[in-house]
């Protein structure tokens, strides 16, 4: 049924992404690991070097968990194209980010993605979406993971016309879980310093270890080309005084606190995470992420220490817990 503004919910509901592939290799793995911060501190880290090199002659490196969500930064980027929505994909802004772990993903891989709509709500000046995307290795067609985005798009809203806003979705909204942060003391706190050029752009990189110095890698390099985290210009568009910080790289920042501080290193921990992006990050800003353990779930809370303010909060979801605590 359309509402008189040519917009139809049918056409919504029904609406299909195209399959999109993912292929990756051992160097996409490492890079992806030093953009988040890996082996920052100290470029032999007991517990995070196996991201990015063969430790103690591993057959291959390991893939944090967070990786999953670079699967599905295609279809963002190239505009989600759905009917009767237009906005401007540079200003896209990622509102929140859940994610289900079924299979420990290889060092290497080929991909097939099949994304849907699963909620769009409009908001009068935005309008919001959530895609939903499944990913499976190409070949043997096993299920790796899900990943459920929800998109702020700005600029986009006022296109239902009616005198209700427009909300679908095709799952409770309790489903996912709320985000209750404690109120008690943490039960473990880590801090990371995002290097200054973490967001700009580089023509050529090259990867070196010296001493325990280890030059910054840009999170860009794993895929997400919006120029809102490059392009001066266009950040002063969005309302920024300068570019900004991918939202999923201070989910990896956060999620890496949390397998280190908690999991003790081990990442095949992870069942699930849910980041809920609360405020911008500025390449060079220290992250302090606060985490609480209650049962087999982590509650955590990243703040800016420069500016006092939480940029992200949410929940880790562990298959077992560490002996050790």
Request: include cysteine; charged fraction near 20%.
């Amino acid at each position: 049924m359309a509402d008189g503004s040519g917009f139809s919910h049918q056409l919504v509901a029904s609406h299909r992404f195209p399959e999109t592939t993912f292929d990756y290799t051992e160097r996409d793995v490492a890079v992806y690991a030093l953009g988040i911060g890996a082996c920052g501190r100290d470029a032999v880290d007991e517990d995070e070097l196996k991201y990015v090199y063969h430790e103690n002659g591993q057959k291959s490196i390991q893939v944090l968990p967070t990786f999953s969500a670079l699967f599905s930064v295609g279809i963002m980027m190239k505009g989600l194209d759905i009917p009767g929505l237009d906005y401007d994909p540079r200003l896209l802004l990622h509102g929140q980010q859940y994610i289900e772990l079924y299979q420990p993903f290889p060092s290497s891989a080929s991909l097939v993605n099949k994304s849907s709509l699963a909620g769009l709500h409009d908001k009068g000046k935005a309008a919001i979406a959530e895609i939903e995307t499944k990913t499976y290795e190409k070949g043997s067609g096993k299920l790796l993971c899900m990943g459920r985005s929800t998109a702020f798009l700005r600029g986009a809203g006022g296109f239902s016309k009616s005198s209700q806003p427009y909300s679908y979705s095709t799952y409770p909204k309790d489903q996912i879980g709320a985000i209750e942060i404690p109120k008690s003391l943490p039960s473990a706190v880590f801090q990371d310093l995002t290097q200054p050029s973490q967001a700009l752009v580089l023509d050529s990189i090259t990867i070196c270890f010296p001493t325990s110095i280890l030059q910054a890698l840009l999170y860009r390099l794993s895929g997400d080309y919006n120029p809102l985290h490059s392009d001066p210009n266009i950040a002063t568009v969005a309302g920024f005084s300068r570019p900004i910080l991918h939202g999923l790289c201070t989910l990896g920042f956060a999620v890496r606190a949390v397998i280190k501080s908690i999991c003790r290193g081990d990442a095949n921990a992870v069942k699930n995470i849910l980041g809920r992006f609360l405020l911008h990050v500025y390449p060079g800003e220290t992250l302090i992420t606060e985490m609480w353990l209650q049962g087999s779930r982590v509650f955590y809370q990243t703040k800016v220490k420069e500016r006092n303010r939480a940029v992200l909060a949410g929940y880790v979801d562990l298959r077992h817990i560490p002996s050790a605590l």
